[in-house]
């Protein structure tokens, strides 16, 4: 509030306005963008989207033993997370700025 005073409604509604745009930009932002991760010293390479989704897997034929296919698993298993990971900092970088503000508002998920 404006001491002494009322808060400015309509400001107060462009920056909501604003920042909603921008989140907005920043999360497509993120499902276009790429990233990778990898297991077993590159056997295994996961791409997920910035969002988590994933995109690719190349599996190096190094890694494939027809009569071990619980280590393939494992090294799969562990690519994509390690792709995870690396899509969850990228969202920390994209929308932290834009979401620490509004961790006071009520009604928001933040």
């Known amino acids: 509030m404006i001491p002494g005073g009322q ?10 306005q604003k920042m909603q745009q921008d989140l ?5 932002e ?3 963008s790429e990233v990778e991760g990898s297991a077993g010293g590159g056997l295994v ?13 190349v599996i190096d034929p190094k890694a494939v033993d ?3 296919t619980e280590t393939l698993a494992d090294l799969v298993v ?6 995870n990971a690396a899509a ?3 969202q920390k970088q994209k929308l932290g ?13 933040f």
């Open 66 to 68: 027809p009569d071990d």
């Open 30 to 32: 993120l499902a276009e």
């Open 7 to 16: 808060p400015n409604m309509q400001q107060l509604l462009q920056q909501a």
């Open 78 to 83: 562990a690519a994509v997370h390690n792709a």
């Open 45 to 57: 390479t996961a791409t997920v989207s910035g969002a988590g989704e994933l995109r690719g897997l």
């Open 88 to 90: 969850q900092e990228l």
């Open 24 to 28: 907005a930009a920043a999360q497509e």
């Open 97 to 109: 700025p834009l979401t620490q503000g509004l961790g006071g508002m009520p009604g928001l998920p």
